[in-house]
């Protein structure tokens, strides 16, 4: 028996040897791989820049050298909104760039992203260059950024999706009920639509209304977009979505919707011809991940130039303390710019702004550093696909704010949540509770049982005053009448061009235009100033290490069974407990 033990022990410990020793090796072969790419991969005539752009596309890219290898690539795998900007900016002066071969069937991104990759290819077209589109099958997201191009491929059996726009919202009423969770609301503004998915099983009218026009105009926008590139009219596109004239890529075809039904060698076929390559040899491609190393510059670095812009990107779920992958830490972000307040060289400051909102209290720590930095140099605010309610209270003291004509901006209005659990703990849980207290309130606020109605009382009348607080200081940043802001309040929704019209945004355009008004403000002349990105990309090892300790969910389950869904629901929920500033929640514009 103790010899049976001792060949267990000696295996164990083997394993995770070999564990320890194939991390390691892994490690080492990322820094070589990073080290390695400091010799920059040169691009070689004539060459084509193959855009893959099926993935989730975000504000900043993480660099990971194992972009594709495996289970360790999906760190990585994202696309960049900057980076890829640049890139299509360094393409468009070089030489050996010919041409871009775009493949966009279904991006992952809202549509202010959308907007400025769109954009972006525009501005490369003007050097001459080709950019050639093909597809299998194609969403309207991955559509509206492929009608730029000059040819257009849909595959002979492949479809082209032409139906409208829709924006999905998913209700927990009957979750909540079903597990025996009472939500406590607490809202101002008819608008203010955040609570409805946990005391409602559908929308509310105010909510139709405002999600009816903003989507209409995300649609209009797009459509006149699109008849501008593809020389067709807004009312026959509209017509085509409405009557569900796109069957058959025939039909894309005989629209002018795409210029080619083909296969993709026939694509290629083409392509060889604008090159002068012979048809038996291959294109030489580069990949946006490979031209991104071989262009790659140090606008994150401090850099030689004494003038420079700070351009600090806020993307996520608002909270306190520190940003994670997908959050607004307002201690990190407090800490940027405060750092870009403080260092002479930074002549001003743009705040690039992805959120739908979260914490109010981490939104008015954020604020108030806004508000001493544009104290003393030009503080510029940029939406990217959101920047309603939280995301709006961080931008509404900036000197100025630029928003692309689709963002979905506004939601000024403020609710807080509270959720009863008493029944839940008791009936799933077997869990119950008792208390002494010293004075009547002692317990409040409390999810383990009913609020008395007192309590609820002061919970309301502390919304309020958070939502006074809110418009007093979006009418003040914005230079209007408090009861002009908050007639245009009550946590509804806009677009960017909506929202340009009533007074919440100052210009339309995308981060480029934010930093060239920066520059303006700060008197900087257009080769005279350096950016730099913050805050500081993680490195891909930091990236690792922090991804092998995220593993919360797969403990709850080891540890809970069948109870698992119930405390992992139960999680989310805590996390929007309290005061908060978020527009409609789970929305999908599809």
Same mark, same amino acid.
């Given at each position: 028996m103790l010899q049976f033990l001792k060949y267990v022990l000696a295996t164990i410990v083997g394993l995770l040897l070999f564990s320890f020793i194939g991390f390691m090796l892994l490690v080492g072969l990322g820094a070589a791989l990073s080290s390695s790419s400091d010799t920059k991969?040169?691009?070689?005539?004539?060459?084509?820049?193959?855009?893959?752009?099926?993935?989730?596309? /975000?504000?900043?890219?993480?660099?990971?050298?194992?972009?594709g290898f495996g289970p360790v690539s999906s760190s990585g795998d994202a696309i960049g909104l900057v980076?890829?900007?640049?890139?299509?900016? /360094?393409?468009?002066?070089d030489a050996n760039i010919k041409g871009i071969y775009l493949q966009t069937e279904s991006p992952s991104a809202g549509w202010a992203s959308l907007e400025e990759v769109r954009n972006a290819l525009i501005d490369f077209k003007q050097s001459k260059k080709f950019v050639y589109a093909y597809a299998e099958t194609m969403t309207e997201k991955g559509y509206y950024i492929a009608s730029v191009a000059d040819k257009i491929y849909l595959n002979p059996a492949g479809d082209l999706e032409w139906n409208g726009l829709n924006a999905e919202l998913s209700f927990f009423k009957g979750t909540l009920d079903k597990l025996g969770i009472k939500p406590e609301i607490f809202k101002v503004g008819d608008f203010k639509s955040a609570v409805e998915p946990f005391i409602r099983e559908n929308m509310s009218d105010?909510?139709?209304?405002? &999600?009816?026009?903003?989507?209409?105009?995300?649609?209009?926008?797009?459509?006149?977009? =699109?008849? +501008?590139?593809?020389?067709?009219?807004?009312?026959? !596109?509209?017509?085509?979505?409405?009557?569900? @004239?796109?069957?058959?890529? /025939?039909d894309a075809l005989r629209t002018k919707l795409v210029t080619n039904v083909g296969y993709q060698d026939e694509l290629e076929s083409l392509i060889k011809k604008q090159l002068g390559v012979e048809e038996k040899k291959k294109i030489n491609y580069v990949s946006l991940s490979r031209y991104e190393e071989s262009e790659k510059t140090s606008d994150d670095t401090d850099g030689a130039s004494k003038n420079r812009?700070?351009?600090?990107?806020?993307? $996520?779920?608002? +909270?306190?303390?520190?940003?994670?992958?997908?959050?607004?830490?307002? /201690? @990190?972000? =407090?800490?940027?710019i405060r750092k870009a307040r !403080?260092?002479?060289?930074?002549?001003?400051?743009?705040?690039?702004?992805?959120?739908? $909102?979260?914490?109010?209290?981490?939104?008015?720590?954020?604020? #108030?550093? =806004?508000?001493?930095?544009?104290?003393?140099?030009? =503080?510029?605010?940029?939406?990217?696909?959101?920047?309603?309610?939280?995301?709006?209270?961080?931008?509404?003291?900036?000197?100025?704010? &630029?928003?692309?004509?689709?963002?979905?901006?506004?939601?000024? $209005?403020?609710?807080?949540?509270?959720?009863? @659990?008493?029944?839940?703990f008791k009936d799933k849980l077997g869990v119950t509770y008792d208390r002494v207290k010293t004075n009547t309130n002692a317990d409040f606020p409390t999810a383990t049982h009913e609020m008395t109605p007192f309590q609820k009382q002061t919970m309301q009348r502390a919304t309020e005053r958070i939502y006074a607080e809110f418009t007093s200081k979006a009418a003040s940043g #914005?230079?209007?009448? &408090?009861?002009?802001?908050?007639?245009?309040?009550?946590? #509804?929704?806009? @677009?960017?061009?909506?929202?340009?019209?009533?007074g919440l945004v100052d210009q339309l355009g995308g981060l480029d235009d934010a930093i060239k008004?920066?520059? #303006?403000s700060a008197k900087l002349k257009d080769d005279d100033f350096q950016l730099r990105y913050q805050p500081r990309k993680r490195e891909f090892l930091e990236q690792l290490m922090m991804s092998f300790g995220n593993d919360e969910e797969a403990k709850i389950q080891a540890q809970l069974g069948e109870l698992a869904p119930y405390v992992k629901y139960l999680k989310k929920l805590k996390m929007m407990e309290g005061t908060q500033m978020r527009m409609p929640f789970d929305m999908d514009i599809r």
């Open positions: 991969p040169a691009v070689k005539e004539n060459t084509v820049l193959k855009l893959e752009l099926d993935k989730p596309i /975000e504000e900043r890219s993480v660099d990971n050298p194992f972009n980076e890829l900007k640049r890139a299509l900016k /360094e393409a468009k002066e105010p909510n139709r209304l405002q &999600v009816n026009s903003f989507l209409s105009s995300v649609n209009d926008h797009m459509l006149v977009r =699109v008849a +501008q590139s593809r020389n067709l009219r807004v009312d026959s !596109l509209k017509s085509y979505a409405n009557n569900l @004239t796109i069957q058959k890529p /025939e812009i700070a351009v600090i990107i806020a993307s $996520g779920d608002i +909270q306190s303390g520190k940003s994670g992958d997908n959050s607004i830490g307002s /201690e @990190t972000i =407090v800490d940027e !403080l260092d002479d060289k930074v002549k001003a400051i743009v705040l690039r702004v992805n959120s739908g $909102g979260g914490s109010a209290l981490a939104s008015d720590v954020m604020y #108030r550093e =806004v508000q001493l930095a544009r104290k003393v140099k030009p =503080v510029i605010g940029s939406m990217s696909d959101y920047a309603a309610s939280g995301g709006y209270y961080m931008l509404m003291g900036c000197d100025k704010i &630029v928003a692309q004509p689709n963002t979905i901006t506004g939601s000024i $209005g403020v609710f807080s949540l509270m959720f009863n @659990t008493e029944t839940f #914005r230079k209007l009448p &408090v009861d002009s802001l908050r007639a245009i309040a009550g946590g #509804r929704v806009w @677009t960017g061009t909506q929202g340009k019209a009533i008004l920066a520059a #303006r």
